[in-house]
């Protein structure tokens, strides 16, 4: 069998040799056949034959020179790449004769596949790209499954319900990641991280940014290798303490430090802390160099510029719990993401049933004795994408946009085919005369087909051109988003390869129509004068349905553009429940490791009085949590002299300011807010909202109540002083959950992370330079971050509604312009097939209106067909994106009737000028003609 390779690889080598050397082979074949000829011309001349009739008889008693040439040139190269040059030329012949044609063909599929490029481009890091590391498909994420009670301790990581009906959590204590990093026998590496936002200071000025703590042999074991100095080291992690090392990212490196090697050894400050830079993250090993800057943490959607060991947590980043500002001996406390890479000896059913029985050994004493203690364990889920939130937030928007800019590009690619089918018609004497002169139907098959991919190859070629150039448009689109920086577009091998499938797959798709027209095409038909018009009779209902089809998809796109912007507009109509006007907001976080809880409330509180005395200023105050869109925080509620129930009840909680409800303007509709006597040392009081006091207070007036919660958020009994307003609170989507709020200063733990407000009298920016100098005055190491206006952040929750309501309106506008030129090209063709029968119409007394309004009817009825399909599949499809609307029903009639409107005055305008020609119709010429 190899043997018989290879003498096909030989014999197909030397073909290609002969294909190669075909001009200089044929060109002494050529001389061959002249010099046989001559002989037998001269001997037809001895036998006294004159020239002229020696040479004929010569010609043909040596026989077909032409199909000897063929042969020649069949058995001597590779034929089907002759055969595909010539196709090739003369397809490139024909796009040149029909410039007009090429230039709408091109430039429709140029806008198809260029929407699909950039939006592809987009996506796949949401979608297909996976962490730069070494061997990715091998990492598997370690969470933890119980009943419905949680078993843990309150965790500092995701914890949220599963398809099970329990919990699913993947923070982990470090004791128990140390228990579980022994067991090398199940699994070939761990690595423990955790994402926590820091403030960097690098030659005095301030800057908030990401950071990861990671485990000390977290890069070797992900093969990441330094692009500049060395990784960290399991050295780093156990002698974290004496010396303190950090890694940063290339980004960081680039924007900071200007790409320059001085930054190894440089000092920065991380929370406070001095560390020194020992390298610069690069990525996994390529040949014989490290790829540059790939590797930006383990968090999908949140790029991390420093890596720092896990064990200095307790220097920068102290976490008050216990009497320890360490949570590294805490078995209570549970912060860690781990990955694992498994081994490939060892079956992933077997490395969790043995590190699932690490995990419980460990664990066991420090769980809370619930019911649900024995249904929890230990689960692995894929880690090729680490801790994964960006396909979560992005995945169906994704894949919304794709199915919309993919039916954009079905709908040019239906424009095309009609296009192709009418140029078809007009070459029907060409084909016919071809097949006459021995073509085969399969070579005019072949050559329709060739033409579509040239046509499809110089239309991707100019969309790779438009979507590289358009690549910024989603994450311009999202700049308002949280996670716009988590959106990377990298024009790579991938989108090169998409986008030469695409227009491969598009040529062939609109070529398929011209295709099977050109072998059907009739031998003798195309060569007479007349008699093609039950052909054209024929064609025409086949444009037709095309079209049909055209009006469908832009029915489709229409409808989702409108639910998306209907949706849009609903989002913008919530009562938020305060005035966002004049309203200033920023954050500012205290590092731990420089301010105590007592230095925390005093910087606050000199903060609030330096804000509220500058002018244009009317008050300021402060929230743990901001009043929409900043997350959410949670604690236990028990209202005292009611039983403790088996599950305790959890409602939202937000520490304020004394002033927080004047400056937001929130109402007070019962008792009161809080006020200057409302302090640390004084009773413990809270304000909830009209949503828990309607839960929990029915038919009771909750003024005056006493409740308890979690003694690590306020200590002792808090009395209910007042009732205020709902409020939006995570989102604008969620309606108001149950809230207290209660005085900042009377919590436990002192303000690290605070929102500031402040209510100008004027337009807030035009504070802002006062207020910056203000906060740099108490601290210049404290960075204002997030600094925007209320009506901005309103703004930035509807971010998402707003790049997919621009962009699907943006694909129906295109759609209904390739609609229009479809439904132009087939009124006019029908008008143009139909011309004897109109001109016999209007000489039998026919008025030109009538013919109008009948052209016109036409087009109403071709357009009603195809909203009907659309608006069928648009119901259909609308279950897709049932979860990405807001506040419509499961169909929308002010959308439909907008669409069916759309659609019917734009096919009637683009009907109207072949209507009108129709109606101006000579009937003698048309006569005449016929």
């Given at each position: 069998?190899?043997?018989?390779?290879?003498?096909?690889?030989?014999?197909?080598?030397?073909?290609?040799?002969?294909?190669?050397?075909?001009?200089?082979?044929?060109?002494?074949?050529?001389?061959?056949?002249?010099?046989?000829?001559?002989?037998?011309?001269?001997?037809?001349?001895?036998?006294?034959?004159?020239?002229?009739?020696?040479?004929?008889?010569?010609?043909?008693?040596?026989?077909?020179?032409?199909?000897?040439?063929?042969?020649?040139?069949?058995?001597?190269?590779?034929?089907?790449?002759?055969?595909?040059?010539?196709?090739?030329?003369?397809?490139?012949?024909?796009?040149?004769?029909?410039?007009?044609?090429?230039?709408?063909?091109?430039?429709?599929?140029?806008?198809?596949?260029?929407?699909?490029?950039?939006?592809?481009?987009?996506?796949?890091?949401?979608?297909?790209?996976?962490?730069?590391?070494?061997?990715?498909?091998?990492?598997?994420?370690?969470?933890?499954?119980?009943?419905?009670?949680?078993?843990?301790?309150?965790?500092?990581?995701?914890?949220?319900?599963?398809?099970?009906?329990?919990?699913?959590?993947?923070?982990?204590?470090?004791?128990?990641?140390?228990?579980?990093?022994?067991?090398?026998?199940?699994?070939?590496?761990?690595?423990?991280?955790?994402?926590?936002?820091?403030?960097?200071?690098?030659?005095?000025?301030?800057?908030?940014?990401?950071?990861?703590?990671?485990?000390?042999?977290?890069?070797?074991?992900?093969?990441?290798?330094?692009?500049?100095?060395?990784?960290?080291?399991?050295?780093?992690?156990?002698?974290?303490?004496?010396?303190?090392?950090?890694?940063?990212?290339?980004?960081?490196?680039?924007?900071?430090?200007?790409?320059?090697?001085?930054?190894?050894?440089?000092?920065?400050?991380?929370?406070?802390?001095?560390?020194?830079?020992?390298?610069?993250?690069?990525?996994?090993?390529?040949?014989?160099?490290?790829?540059?800057?790939?590797?930006?943490?383990?968090?999908?959607?949140?790029?991390?510029?420093?890596?720092?060991?896990?064990?200095?947590?307790?220097?920068?980043?102290?976490?008050?719990?216990?009497?320890?500002?360490?949570?590294?001996?805490?078995?209570?406390?549970?912060?860690?993401?781990?990955?694992?890479?498994?081994?490939?000896?060892?079956?992933?059913?077997?490395?969790?049933?043995?590190?699932?029985?690490?995990?419980?050994?460990?664990?066991?004493?420090?769980?809370?004795?619930?019911?649900?203690?024995?249904?929890?364990?230990?689960?692995?889920?894929?880690?090729?994408?680490?801790?994964?939130?960006?396909?979560?937030?992005?995945?169906?928007?994704?894949?919304?946009?794709?199915?919309?800019?993919?039916?954009?590009?079905?709908?040019?690619?239906?424009?095309?085919?009609?296009?192709?089918?009418?140029?078809?018609?007009?070459?029907?004497?060409?084909?016919?005369?071809?097949?006459?002169?021995?073509?085969?139907?399969?070579?005019?098959?072949?050559?329709?087909?060739?033409?579509?991919?040239?046509?499809?190859?110089?239309?991707?070629?100019?969309?790779?051109?438009?979507?590289?150039?358009?690549?910024?448009?989603?994450?311009?689109?999202?700049?308002?988003?949280?996670?716009?920086?988590?959106?990377?577009?990298?024009?790579?091998?991938?989108?090169?390869?998409?986008?030469?499938?695409?227009?491969?797959?598009?040529?062939?798709?609109?070529?398929?129509?011209?295709?099977?027209?050109?072998?059907?095409?009739?031998?003798?038909?195309?060569?007479?004068?007349?008699?093609?018009?039950?052909?054209?009779?024929?064609?025409?209902?086949?444009?037709?349905?095309?079209?049909?089809?055209?009006?469908?998809?832009?029915?489709?796109?229409?409808?989702?553009?409108?639910?998306?912007?209907?949706?849009?507009?609903?989002?913008?109509?919530?009562?938020?429940?305060?005035?966002?006007?004049?309203?200033?907001?920023?954050?500012?976080?205290?590092?731990?490791a420089r301010y105590s809880d007592a230095r925390m409330t005093a910087y606050?509180?000199?903060?609030?009085?330096?804000?509220?005395?500058?002018?244009g200023v009317r008050s300021v105050t402060v929230s743990s949590i901001g009043?929409?869109?900043?997350?959410?925080?949670?604690?236990?509620?028990?209202?005292?002299?009611?039983?403790?129930?088996?599950?305790?009840?959890?409602?939202?909680?937000?520490?304020?300011?004394?002033?927080?409800?004047?400056?937001?303007?929130?109402?007070?509709?019962?008792?009161?807010?809080?006020?200057?006597?409302?302090?640390?040392?004084?009773?413990?009081?809270?304000?909830?909202?009209?949503?828990?006091?309607?839960?929990?207070?029915?038919?009771?007036?909750?003024?005056?109540?006493?409740?308890?919660?979690?003694?690590?958020?306020?200590?002792?009994?808090?009395?209910?002083?007042?009732?205020?307003?709902?409020?939006?609170?995570?989102?604008?989507?969620?309606?108001?959950?149950?809230?207290?709020?209660?005085?900042?200063?009377?919590?436990?733990?002192?303000?690290?992370?605070?929102?500031?407000?402040?209510?100008?009298?004027?337009?807030?920016?035009?504070?802002?330079?006062?207020?910056?100098?203000?906060?740099?005055?108490?601290?210049?190491?404290?960075?204002?971050?997030?600094?925007?206006?209320?009506?901005?952040?309103?703004?930035?929750?509807?971010?998402?509604?707003?790049?997919?309501?621009?962009?699907?309106?943006?694909?129906?506008?295109?759609?209904?312009?390739?609609?229009?030129?479809?439904?132009?090209?087939?009124?006019?063709?029908?008008?143009?097939?139909?011309?004897?029968?109109?001109?016999?119409?209007?000489?039998?007394?026919?008025?030109?209106?009538?013919?109008?309004?009948?052209?016109?009817?036409?087009?109403?009825?071709?357009?009603?067909?195809?909203?009907?399909?659309?608006?069928?599949?648009?119901?259909?499809?609308?279950?897709?994106?049932?979860?990405?609307?807001?506040?419509?029903?499961?169909?929308?009639?002010?959308?439909?009737?907008?669409?069916?409107?759309?659609?019917?005055?734009?096919?009637?305008?683009?009907?109207?000028?072949?209507?009108?020609?129709?109606?101006?119709?000579?009937?003698?010429?048309a006569l005449r003609h016929e």
């Amino acid at each position: 069998m190899r043997g018989r390779v290879r003498g096909w690889m030989r014999v197909f080598a030397a073909k290609l040799r002969g294909h190669v050397g075909y001009r200089r082979t044929g060109a002494e074949l050529a001389d061959e056949i002249e010099l046989h000829v001559e002989m037998l011309t001269e001997r037809f001349i001895e036998r006294g034959m004159e020239p002229e009739e020696a040479r004929a008889a010569a010609r043909r008693q040596f026989g077909n020179a032409p199909l000897l040439r063929e042969r020649h040139r069949a058995q001597s190269g590779v034929a089907f790449l002759v055969t595909l040059g010539r196709d090739v030329r003369f397809g490139l012949r024909q796009l040149q004769r029909n410039r007009v044609l090429t230039f709408v063909a091109i430039t429709s599929l140029a806008l198809g596949i260029g929407a699909n490029t950039a939006i592809f481009s987009a996506a796949k890091d949401v979608l297909f790209d996976t962490l730069p590391v070494e061997r990715p498909r091998e990492l598997r994420m370690l969470t933890w499954v119980s009943g419905p009670e949680q078993v843990v301790p309150p965790a500092w990581g995701d914890v949220g319900p599963n398809e099970a009906g329990g919990l699913t959590g993947n923070a982990f204590s470090y004791p128990v990641f140390e228990e579980l990093r022994k067991r090398r026998d199940a699994a070939e590496a761990f690595v423990a991280f955790k994402d926590v936002p820091m403030t960097a200071t690098v030659d005095g000025h301030p800057e908030a940014i990401n950071g990861e703590l990671i485990s000390g042999d977290g890069f070797d074991s992900l093969g990441v290798k330094a692009e500049l100095g060395r990784t960290l080291t399991d050295g780093d992690e156990r002698n974290a303490g004496n010396g303190p090392v950090v890694v940063i990212s290339d980004g960081f490196w680039r924007e900071r430090f200007g790409r320059s090697a001085s930054v190894l050894g440089k000092t920065i400050e991380l929370n406070g802390i001095p560390v020194t830079v020992v390298g610069v993250s690069g990525g996994v090993v390529s040949g014989e160099r490290v790829s540059s800057g790939r590797f930006a943490g383990l968090q999908m959607g949140s790029d991390a510029q420093v890596f720092v060991p896990l064990t200095l947590q307790p220097l920068i980043l102290p976490k008050a719990q216990n009497g320890s500002v360490s949570l590294l001996d805490n078995p209570s406390s549970w912060w860690v993401q781990i990955l694992v890479r498994l081994r490939p000896e060892v079956a992933e059913a077997r490395a969790q049933a043995e590190l699932d029985a690490t995990m419980r050994q460990a664990a066991m004493p420090f769980l809370k004795r619930t019911g649900d203690l024995d249904r929890f364990h230990l689960k692995m889920e894929p880690g090729d994408r680490g801790l994964d939130y960006l396909r979560g937030e992005y995945a169906r928007p994704s894949y919304v946009l794709l199915a919309l800019a993919g039916l954009v590009l079905l709908l040019a690619c239906l424009n095309l085919a009609n296009l192709l089918l009418a140029r078809s018609a007009s070459r029907q004497r060409e084909l016919s005369t071809r097949l006459a002169l021995g073509a085969s139907r399969g070579s005019l098959v072949r050559q329709m087909l060739t033409e579509s991919v040239l046509l499809s190859s110089l239309g991707g070629g100019a969309g790779l051109l438009l979507g590289y150039l358009g690549r910024g448009i989603v994450p311009a689109l999202l700049k308002d988003s949280p996670e716009a920086a988590a959106i990377a577009v990298q024009f790579d091998w991938r989108v090169l390869l998409f986008t030469l499938g695409l227009s491969f797959a598009t040529g062939i798709l609109f070529g398929l129509a011209p295709a099977w027209q050109a072998s059907r095409a009739a031998t003798d038909g195309g060569l007479r004068n007349s008699g093609g018009s039950t052909a054209s009779r024929h064609r025409l209902w086949f444009d037709k349905s095309l079209v049909a089809g055209q009006i469908a998809l832009s029915a489709i796109l229409l409808m989702g553009a409108g639910l998306f912007v209907h949706t849009l507009l609903n989002l913008s109509r919530i009562p938020l429940g305060f005035e966002t006007r004049h309203l200033l907001e920023f954050r500012l976080t205290l590092p731990r490791a420089r301010y105590s809880d007592a230095r925390m409330t005093a910087y606050f509180r000199q903060a609030q009085e330096k804000l509220a005395s500058l002018p244009g200023v009317r008050s300021v105050t402060v929230s743990s949590i901001g009043i929409v869109g900043d997350g959410h925080s949670g604690s236990s509620f028990h209202v005292l002299g009611r039983p403790v129930g088996k599950d305790p009840t959890r409602v939202q909680t937000v520490g304020v300011g004394v002033d927080f409800f004047q400056t937001l303007g929130i109402p007070i509709l019962q008792g009161r807010g809080f006020n200057a006597r409302d302090t640390a040392t004084s009773p413990k009081v809270a304000v909830v909202n009209r949503a828990l006091a309607e839960k929990y207070f029915a038919n009771e007036n909750p003024v005056g109540r006493m409740f308890e919660v979690d003694p690590e958020d306020v200590a002792g009994p808090i009395e209910i002083v007042g009732i205020a307003a709902d409020t939006r609170y995570a989102g604008l989507r969620e309606e108001t959950p149950p809230l207290f709020y209660v005085p900042y200063v009377q919590n436990v733990n002192g303000p690290g992370r605070m929102m500031v407000e402040l209510r100008t009298a004027a337009e807030p920016t035009s504070v802002l330079p006062a207020v910056r100098e203000a906060i740099e005055s108490i601290d210049r190491d404290v960075p204002m971050v997030d600094v925007r206006t209320m009506q901005e952040q309103v703004k930035t929750t509807m971010a998402h509604e707003l790049a997919i309501a621009q962009l699907a309106g943006g694909f129906s506008v295109l759609a209904l312009v390739l609609a229009s030129i479809g439904i132009y090209g087939i009124m006019a063709y029908a008008v143009t097939t139909r011309t004897g029968e109109i001109g016999l119409r209007i000489a039998l007394g026919a008025r030109a209106g009538q013919v109008l309004s009948g052209v016109l009817r036409e087009a109403f009825w071709l357009t009603g067909i195809g909203v009907l399909l659309g608006t069928v599949a648009a119901l259909w499809l609308t279950r897709f994106i049932r979860e990405m609307l807001y506040g419509l029903g499961g169909t929308d009639g002010l959308t439909v009737g907008g669409t069916v409107g759309l659609l019917v005055c734009v096919a009637l305008a683009a009907a109207f000028a072949p209507a009108r020609r129709a109606s101006r119709i000579d009937p003698i010429r048309a006569l005449r003609h016929e």
